[in-house]
């Protein structure tokens, strides 16, 4: 019986379709981005990065990140939502507590004084409307 050639994919990042070619049978090899940058030419189209990510799999010293499961995928998920939603917290507290000044309402750094400042907003709303 012939044996069929082993199949490999090349691919930059994805792990949803990685998991899927890998199901059906496929070799994946994951080009981590940071590694596949320097291959990259002028031109971003699709034909030039097939080329680069072609050039740099075939280089004996690439490497190769594994696919990430699913369960890896949904924690490095969270992990980012979580990280967003800090950010946009911090955004918002900075932003209310340089309104306020603009009033004479002088609060230290923290969320945790956040509450002070709103209890002073709402003793006086005329003084500072």
Known sequence: MRRMPERYFVQLGAACPGR???????????IAPQHAKPFLKLGK??????EAFSG???RPSM??????????QAITMAQSMRQQSVS???????ALRGHAR??????????HKVAALLAMIAEAP????
């Open 20 to 30: 899927e070619l890998a199901r059906v049978g496929h070799t994946l090899r994951l």
């Open 45 to 50: 189209n699709d034909r030039a990065d097939a």
């Open 56 to 58: 740099a799999a075939s």
């Open 63 to 72: 490497f190769f990140v594994p696919v990430k499961s699913a369960e890896t």
């Open 88 to 94: 946009q917290r911090t955004a918002m507290v900075n």
């Open 102 to 111: 603009e009033f004479g309402l002088v609060i230290g750094l923290g969320t």
């Open 126 to 129: 005329e003084a500072h409307a």
